[in-house]
């Protein structure tokens, strides 16, 4: 890890004062994908940061080029926690999102995803875009992992610049996988029903 990969570690937990729980999961280094629920600029970060080390190592949180390209701050926290950085604005048949997703992840790295796509704006997530089941049907092999982060909206208000140092609490649930020939409509209402169970655990 780099200073600043290290130096980012050090004011998630700062700013989130995260604690962890794996709830029927255990932390492991195989290719997963991490699908949280969504509703700050700190979601990606602090999640990356709460993983174990060596996990941290190998995982990529995907997020939008549009909001982490800007400046020349921005950009280099990107890099430092090896965002995958996906152009939201300019989606293309022959540019596929989950082409590019599936192709940087090789066989070695896991992803955090949020399959919301935007951050919600209140405490209600919203239904989920088809990425996670695309990702699913090309990678049926990869453990799909529900998140649920809670308070990261608290922490970086909508509008704010600055974080807020509050405390919030990750729930980390048991992997779920696309069943043969399941709808998309009907994987993804699981998948996002999958992160709203963590939520009373």
Known sequence: MTLTSQGIVLLAKLFSGFTVRWVDCQPDTCQRIYFANHTSHLDAVVLWSALPKEIRALTRPVAAKDYWSGGWFKPHIARSF???????????????????????????????????????????????KSGLYYLGKKRPDLELVPVYMENLNRILPRGEVLPVPLLSCITIGAPIFLEAGEPKMEFLKRARQAVLQLKDQ
Do not use: C, T, W
């Not at 939201?88 to 090789?106: A, F, G, L």
């Open 82 to 128: 090896n965002a995958l950085l996906i152009d939201r604005k300019e989606i293309k048949v022959h540019k596929s999102p989950i082409d590019s997703m599936i192709r940087q992840m090789e066989d070695i790295y896991s992803l955090i995803v949020f399959p919301e796509g935007g951050r919600s704006a209140g405490e209600e997530m919203s239904a989920f």
